[in-house]
């Protein structure tokens, strides 16, 4: 996972409350068998609109999503997160989330920024009047500076350590190998392994 | 104080703990399949990362691999896209893999106790949450997440919050008639399908010391079904000579240092688990399920239950819901309820054992006019023991299809399915709805039972057909 410090981007403004993650990704697209290729069924249902807003020219590049309320509810699919992150987006901002959804986001290094409602209007606003209007994300002092104002967001330490460090799972195991090496050579010589292959003799 | 075997297993794995962490667990066996491996490996790629350990990492095809013209090209494009993408990774990653044609390919929980692979005292995990079924050899086995399988190929290890600890005695023994699916359908029935949730649980008792290993396997196998993480059983003289001679298993001063370490897996007289319930064995008749969750189950002698005698209005209404998606009537003997299918198979009961028993039973008889019966068994090699045994002539004479190996009409991914409003009896697992096909109804029962309703076409018994 690369490591997340400051993010600049345009951004897409979503009207819409309770977007649960059926609607980020239908299921009928989740057949796939790799973790990219998915933007191709973020909010397809909505994106057969021309007036959508994802659909729109000014928003084509756009990098953060400033959301509504509740976003992310629902199944606990993994494949939304996929499907916003290989559309292009960095950045989730919102006033609230589904709590799978946010873990999961965590987890593959998508940033989930909480601010109140009432910026989350102000920032919908000004990339209204403004769709070039530049967002600067920063992680570690935990602000958004939007057309010189600033505005400070929510984030968990731990989650915010591990972006920074960009570290995801694997990456925080991984900070055991030492350990894991030192497990793995006390092992007992005859715990069974799959290799080399070994075949009955008999049949 | 002592320690309980399961927590013998467990601290025997642990690489690192602090606290207010999970413990990070060692992985002695990690089981790969077509269905829930590709992100998986996907992630690996896009991180650049390796498998840690091929060295214990096996991949096999079930899930949704076909059971007729193995040698042709899987004909839905769904399966064969995974499985030639379980393939590629197993090529690129350099994993063992057992394909559609090999001799020792078949359901992911049957091969590994085949090969001798799944051994006692080890940590399995599989992408898959029937992997309790190793536990049968004083494992422990639990299924995991696609994320988790990808974390298990890159650091061969898991965080794992320690679960809590039950012993399920299984008091007196088996009556003859009954078999290891009627001890486990009962207990869901008394414990319901949430009862073991938070647990790890050891099955004890003189009913599971004298079982086969087969027989454990079936146990183990459902405990996802009562809700435990993973169910697992001592290991002994009857684990010991199973694995005997295996491919996998340890030769020599091996065999003998595994041993001496396997026969220290017993839980100490002065463990104390956080729970413990009893079983009585000595009580059981065959067991069958009328309802959509395992847990909806009744001795065959017994009829569809009123929805009214639950106490518990969650039960109630869950009963009254499964009555109208089985399409049944209170008060309706369970012996009265004709089927339409009968499917013996799975990694619950797919072993040999399970198709001799049920073939000493359709032997010289016929399969009832109007029902189809599948026979699939668990893995190439079991189905090639059996055809030495002369068990697939019994079957195709009574009327029944000889199939090739896999998971088959256990979760209706490939074409063996159940047509909406047809019923079967099944020696699988679960009995949700839509599980063996949209609209299907299926009732679990054990070998001997799915073999006997295959000749009469009525749920029954062996002792009904003299
Ligand atoms: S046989 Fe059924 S329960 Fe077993 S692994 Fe296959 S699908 Fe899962």
Redesign the pocket.
Known sequence: MDKFTTHTGTAVPLRRSNVDTDQIIPAVYLKRVTKSGFEDGLFSAWRQDPDFVLNQPERQGATILVAGPDFGTGSSREHAVWALQNYGFKVIIGSRFGDIFRSNSGKAGLLIAVVDQDEVEQLWQATEADPALQLTVDLKERTITAGGRVITFQIDDYTQWRLLEGLDDIGLTLRHEDKISAYESRRPSWKPATLPIKVASDS | MGKTLIEKVWDDHVVHSAAGEPDLLYIDLHLVHEVTSPQAFDGLRSAGRQVRRTDLTMATE??NTPTIDIDKPIADPVSKLQVDTLRANAEEFGVRIHSLGDIDQG???IIGPQLGITQPGMTVVCG?S?TATHGAFGAIAFGIGTSEVEHVLATQTLPQAKPKTMAVNVVGELPEGTTAKDLVLALITQEGTGGGAGYIVEYRGPAIEKMSMEGRMTICNMSIEWGAKAGLIAPDRTTFDYLQGRPHAPTGADWDAAVEYWTSLRTDDDAVFDKEITLDASALTPFVTWGTNPGQGAPLGAAVPDPASFTDPVDRAAAERALEYMDLEVGQPLREIKVDTVFVG??TNGRIEDLRLAASIVEGRKVADGVRMLIVPGSARVRLQAMDEGLDKIFTAAGAEWREAG?SM??GMNPDQLAPGERSAST??RNFEGRQGKGGRTHLVSPAVAAATAVTGTLSAPADLN
């Open positions: 079930d899930h359901v992911v929980h898959d029937h799975s990694c998971c256990c979760l699988s697992n």
